[in-house]
């Protein structure tokens, strides 16, 4: 029987282990070896330790409200897009609203973790632990990894001849980036596409000299602000896009969302992507097309080889003067802590079961949360695996045995091992994967139900944006103020921008109710179908996360 749990990490996925281990009657005990919570989120000067933070100017990808915690919505006076100092305010708000400080140990650096010698029977970890110059042997029923997946840096320098020999300009990692200060009037190339590559771009262009940024795949750029002024993940994450996905063939859907994302302008002028495109990014920036516009970022293939000052690119073409190159390259994630035996059972998250638990492991009391790429926030995604985790912990919920597990992930897991900076393609769908961990762990809300016992509720389900309060309106953790959140986020989506009133007589109230009615039987089919012919499958489509 489980007891004690080892929470390691106090970012996101440690602060909702350690609720959840709370309300499943579990003692939890967080190691974090920095001296306060937020993980990532927390921004640092300097890299203290190693750790690794954002830099200075970040904001949220993912909105408020499809980001927070299930069963504790952000304020309503915070904006839809939370720089980084707001979101560890939230996060502060929630570790002290629900009490969770008392059970993290700060400045606590786990240093190994290892199976006892009767873990066949027991299930019993031992965690060794360093304070200062103290260490200290702990043992454990269970233990949540909660450390996620940006922890080294992916720095491929094999793949880019000179780099290290020839080139005698500066090169770098982007997680050693803070502010724009030290590139001021430089020639800067970015490598690598991703968020944050076309994030630093952006920045760099304002200070710089001249941005190059060069691009080995085709990507496609959103804006987080979509039609109408809405958050565009509240206006795309709906469970009736995810029916309609489901619905109709990939190759239409594919072709749908490549015109919508050329409404806002034609990718092909721009060099980024082709509709007939196979392999693919999508990336969230709102000025990057501008700055492609204006000629302050410009945009480069793969580079071939660098020499003493220059980079020389696939093409053929060469940008001479390179004072810095910066790669946004991604991490790769490493559990030195683990003992070996443990980490070689998973070279990625695509070996574990539900990307959480080691299959072969002889009694399942490692998870390892958060370690997941979603087309959604993280967030979610982390605090729906740690009520599933320690719902088993508690005996509430079962996992099938290990054969099944293993089947089950031999299934999902593409028989080639791919290259890290590749993991963009590798995304979840965040509703299949959300509703299949809510499913395990008998929370997942059910459309139909709702239709014959709630139908304004129910179309706010089914229409609306899938807000992580879906998932508090039944089974284990049930929260009462789940519906009320669900029928007021869009009133809490716009309380920030009504800092000027205008004056507006039109009364939409008669139309939305009008379409209320025309949805009813579109949600009843939906509801039915999914319930009888349910495909949950792992999306490639990337997306915003937080």
Same mark, same amino acid.
């Given at each position: 029987?489980?007891?004690?749990?080892?929470?390691? !990490?106090?970012?996101?996925?440690?602060?909702?282990?350690?609720?959840?281990?709370? &309300?499943?009657?579990?003692?939890?005990?967080?190691?974090?070896?920095? $001296?306060?919570?937020?993980?990532?989120?927390?921004?640092?000067?300097?890299?203290?330790? !190693?750790?690794?933070?954002?830099?200075?100017?970040?904001?949220?990808?993912?909105?408020?409200?499809?980001?927070?915690?299930?069963?504790?919505?952000?304020?309503?006076?915070?904006?839809?897009?939370?720089?980084?100092?707001?979101?560890? /305010?939230?996060?502060?708000?929630?570790?002290?609203h629900f009490d969770l400080l008392r059970h993290i140990h700060f400045k606590t650096t786990a240093l190994s973790v290892r199976k006892c010698p009767d873990f066949a029977?027991?299930?019993?970890?031992?965690?060794?632990?360093?304070?200062?110059?103290?260490?200290?042997?702990?043992?454990? &029923?269970?233990?949540?990894?909660?450390?996620?997946?940006?922890?080294?840096?992916?720095?491929?320098?094999?793949?880019?001849?000179?780099?290290?020999?020839?080139?005698?300009?500066?090169?770098?990692?982007?997680? $050693?980036?803070?502010?724009?200060?030290?590139?001021?009037?430089?020639?800067?190339?970015?490598?690598?596409?991703?968020?944050?590559? !076309?994030?630093?771009?952006?920045?760099?262009s304002r200070v710089a000299a001249k941005v190059f940024l060069s691009a080995r795949s085709s990507t496609w750029v959103f804006s987080r602000v979509s039609d109408h002024?809405?958050?565009?993940?509240?206006?795309?994450?709906?469970?009736?896009?995810?029916?309609? &996905?489901?619905?109709?063939?990939?190759?239409?859907?594919?072709?749908?969302?490549?015109?919508?994302?050329?409404?806002?302008?034609?990718?092909?002028?721009?060099?980024?992507?082709?509709?007939?495109?196979?392999?693919?990014?999508?990336?969230?920036?709102?000025?990057?097309?501008?700055?492609?516009?204006?000629?302050?970022?410009?945009?480069?293939?793969?580079?071939?080889?660098?020499?003493?000052?220059?980079?020389?690119?696939?093409?053929?073409?060469?940008? $001479?003067?390179?004072?810095?190159?910066?790669?946004?390259?991604?991490?790769?994630?490493?559990?030195?802590?683990?003992?070996?035996?443990?980490?070689?059972?998973?070279?990625?998250?695509?070996?574990?079961?539900?990307?959480?638990?080691?299959?072969?492991?002889?009694?399942?009391?490692?998870?390892?949360?958060?370690?997941?790429?979603?087309?959604?926030?993280?967030?979610?995604?982390?605090e729906m695996q740690a009520r599933w985790v320690t719902g088993i912990f508690a005996g509430w919920n079962k996992l099938p045995p290990a054969s099944r597990m293993m089947?089950?992930?031999?299934?999902?897991?593409?028989?080639?091992?791919?290259?890290?900076?590749?993991? /963009?393609?590798?995304?979840?769908?965040?509703?299949?994967?959300?509703?299949?961990?809510?499913?395990?762990?008998?929370?997942?809300?059910?459309?139909?139900?709702?239709?014959?016992?709630?139908?304004?509720?129910?179309?706010?389900?089914?229409?609306?944006?899938?807000?992580?309060?879906?998932?508090?309106?039944?089974?284990?953790?049930?929260?009462?103020?789940?519906?009320?959140?669900?029928?007021?986020?869009?009133?809490?989506?716009?309380?920030?921008?009504?800092?000027?009133?205008?004056? &507006?007589?039109?009364?939409?109230?008669?139309?939305?109710?009008?379409?209320?009615?025309?949805?009813?039987?579109?949600?009843?089919?939906?509801?039915?179908?999914?319930?009888?012919?349910?495909?949950?499958?792992?999306?490639?489509?990337?997306?915003?996360?937080?």
């Amino acid at each position: 029987m489980v007891r004690r749990v080892a929470v390691i !990490g106090a970012g996101v996925g440690g602060l909702a282990s350690i609720k959840c281990c709370l &309300d499943e009657g579990l003692e939890p005990t967080c190691f974090e070896r920095s $001296e306060d919570i937020g993980g990532l989120w927390r921004y640092a000067d300097s890299m203290d330790g !190693g750790r690794v933070s954002v830099y200075r100017s970040v904001i949220t990808n993912t909105s408020k409200e499809m980001s927070c915690f299930s069963d504790f919505p952000c304020p309503e006076d915070f904006p839809s897009f939370l720089p980084h100092g707001l979101l560890l /305010e939230y996060f502060r708000m929630y570790a002290q609203h629900f009490d969770l400080l008392r059970h993290i140990h700060f400045k606590t650096t786990a240093l190994s973790v290892r199976k006892c010698p009767d873990f066949a029977t027991s299930g019993q970890w031992e965690v060794v632990t360093e304070t200062g110059s103290v260490q200290e042997s702990h043992i454990f &029923d269970a233990v949540m990894v909660c450390t996620g997946h940006y922890q080294e840096p992916y720095l491929p320098l094999a793949s880019f001849p000179g780099i290290n020999t020839c080139f005698k300009g500066q090169y770098l990692h982007s997680r $050693e980036y803070k502010d724009v200060e030290a590139f001021r009037g430089k020639r800067v190339l970015v490598v690598g596409i991703g968020n944050t590559g !076309g994030d630093l771009s952006v920045e760099l262009s304002r200070v710089a000299a001249k941005v190059f940024l060069s691009a080995r795949s085709s990507t496609w750029v959103f804006s987080r602000v979509s039609d109408h002024g809405f958050p565009f993940d509240m206006v795309s994450t709906t469970r009736f896009n995810h029916f309609l &996905d489901w619905l109709l063939p990939s190759a239409l859907t594919k072709r749908i969302r490549f015109r919508k994302f050329n409404s806002w302008f034609n990718h092909r002028n721009y060099g980024l992507a082709s509709t007939k495109s196979s392999n693919f990014k999508v990336i969230i920036n709102e000025e990057l097309p501008f700055c492609l516009l204006s000629g302050t970022v410009v945009l480069k293939p793969n580079v071939k080889e660098f020499t003493k000052s220059s980079a020389v690119f696939e093409d053929g073409t060469t940008e $001479e003067n390179i004072d810095v190159v910066l790669f946004a390259t991604g991490y790769i994630f490493s559990f030195p802590f683990l003992e070996e035996s443990v980490r070689s059972l998973f070279d990625d998250n695509r070996s574990l079961y539900k990307r959480i638990f080691p299959p072969q492991l002889e009694k399942p009391t490692l998870a390892i949360i958060g370690l997941v790429q979603l087309t959604g926030s993280v967030m979610v995604g982390a605090e729906m695996q740690a009520r599933w985790v320690t719902g088993i912990f508690a005996g509430w919920n079962k996992l099938p045995p290990a054969s099944r597990m293993m089947a089950d992930v031999l299934k999902k897991k593409p028989p080639v091992k791919r290259n890290p900076s590749e993991r /963009e393609n590798l995304k979840i769908s965040f509703i299949s994967y959300t509703d299949e961990i809510a499913s395990c762990a008998g929370v997942k809300p059910s459309v139909l139900r709702l239709l014959l016992t709630d139908p304004r509720l129910a179309l706010a389900v089914f229409f609306g944006p899938c807000t992580p309060y879906q998932y508090r309106l039944v089974g284990r953790g049930k929260w009462s103020g789940a519906r009320n959140a669900i029928l007021t986020q869009w009133q809490r989506t716009l309380k920030p921008l009504r800092t000027r009133v205008v004056d &507006d007589s039109s009364n939409g109230s008669d139309s939305w109710r009008w379409m209320c009615l025309l949805a009813l039987p579109v949600a009843l089919t939906a509801g039915f179908l999914l319930s009888k012919y349910p495909r949950l499958g792992w999306s490639p489509r990337a997306g915003p996360q937080l």
